[in-house]
T-cell receptor, first 113, second 111 residues
Framework: QKEVEQNSGPLSVPEGAIASLNCTYSDRVSQSFFWYRQYSGKSPELIMS????GDKEDGRFTAQLNKASQYVSLLIRDSQPSDSATYLC?????????????FGTGTKLQVIP | NAGVTQTPKFQVLKTGQSMTLQCAQDMNHNSMYWYRQDPGMGLRLIYYSASEGTTDKGEVPNGYNVSRLNKREFSLRLESAAPSQTSVYFC??????????FGPGTRLTVT
């Protein structure tokens, strides 16, 4: 089982719709969770981080964390073509006494005008 | 405020050649990282440096060496390049919350 799993997609949504991106992780005691956006040919950029169960909203983005079920999701409201990118989930956990961030392989999102 | 910078942006090497990828940051972060990104494999950690003067191996260190020259600079060296090292290389720093900030990347092709 991969430490951090994401559906590779592509996930296609029409412009204006809600895009829902999901991520599951294997380490039950993971502490912090991050969403990065990566445009084609560019480097990852941080969108949001979430540390406790529940929802965290930032503009059109909402991160949701459920530690009991070991999943974290990212909702993008009013999706725009400019949101088309690959979204990477990252999880911070303690591995052998040191903190380690593990990235998923990403979900490609396509927003159709 | 440039954030994280990397040089070069592109490089083509022949098998067996050596090169050094440079990374510099002006974010005053202690920790710096080198990743490679390959299709379907995601970001894989090569080496990291928790502070000036310290370096540690990550998930895929074979064939690479690193130097943490000072707090700002962290370089990655390929001593004898192999086609399997064809990849996109990202340098990153992190803050105290473990949020990471990436450089623009180096696209390396080894023929």
């Amino acid at each position: 089982q991969k430490e951090v799993e994401q559906n590779s997609g592509p996930l296609s949504v029409p412009e204006g719709a809600i895009a829902s991106l999901n991520c599951t992780y294997s380490d039950r005691v993971s502490q912090s969770f991050f969403w990065y956006r990566q445009y084609s040919g560019k480097s990852p950029e941080l969108i949001m981080s979430i540390y406790s169960n529940g929802d965290k909203e930032d503009g059109r983005f909402t991160a949701q964390l459920n530690k009991a079920s070991q999943y974290v999701s990212l909702l993008i409201r009013d999706s725009q073509p400019s949101d088309s990118a690959t979204y990477l989930c990252a999880v911070l956990s303690n591995s052998g006494g040191y903190q380690k961030v593990t990235f998923g392989t990403g979900t490609k999102l396509q927003v159709i005008p | 405020n440039a954030g994280v910078t990397q040089t070069p942006k592109f490089q083509v090497l022949k098998t067996g050649q050596s090169m050094t990828l440079q990374c510099a940051q002006d974010m005053n972060h202690n920790s710096m990282y080198w990743y490679r990104q390959d299709p379907g494999m995601g970001l894989r950690l090569i080496y990291y440096s928790a502070s000036e003067g310290t370096t540690d191996k990550g998930e895929v260190p074979n064939g690479y060496n690193v130097s943490r020259l000072n707090k700002r600079e962290f370089s990655l060296r390929l001593e004898s390049a192999a086609p399997s090292q064809t990849s996109v290389y990202f340098c990153a720093t992190r803050d105290i919350s473990y949020e990471q900030y990436f450089g623009p990347g180096t696209r390396l092709t080894v023929t």
